[in-house]
């Protein structure tokens, strides 16, 4: 898990050298990055089937999956460390922040892999 978690993060940074952005360095920042990709996935796939390079049944697929990335995101996000309020339990699990991260960044990454392979077809 480690391993494909250095993996994502060295993607991560290769791929916004790539288009200028600065890199995220924290998990917070990349789980901002996740939601842009979620939207250029969503991007793609209705352009792809605007182009008529994606079947309806594909598009509708490759939606649900980024829906699913989303939820993902949406749950790395609230697993992240937050201010202990002065009453009540301190809930911090960074860990499970950044598993949820790497688990929708590799959909993420192979839908985008997927919509990439339909532009040249």
Do not use: H, N, W
């Amino acid at each position: 898990m480690k391993r494909l978690l250095v993996a994502l993060t060295l993607f991560f940074y290769a791929a916004c050298a790539q288009v200028g952005m600065a890199p995220a360095q924290s998990v917070a920042e990349q789980i901002g990055y996740g939601y842009g990709t979620v939207t250029a996935v969503r991007t793609s796939a209705v352009q792809a089937l605007t182009a008529g390079t994606i079947k309806v049944s594909d598009a509708t697929q490759v939606q649900t999956i980024a829906d699913q990335a989303r939820a993902l995101l949406d749950g790395a996000k609230a697993a992240l460390p937050k201010p202990c309020p002065p009453t009540g339990p301190c809930v911090q699990d960074t860990t499970t922040a950044a598993g949820k991260l790497a688990l929708a960044t590799s959909m993420l990454t192979q839908l985008q892999t997927y919509l990439t392979t339909l532009k040249g077809k």
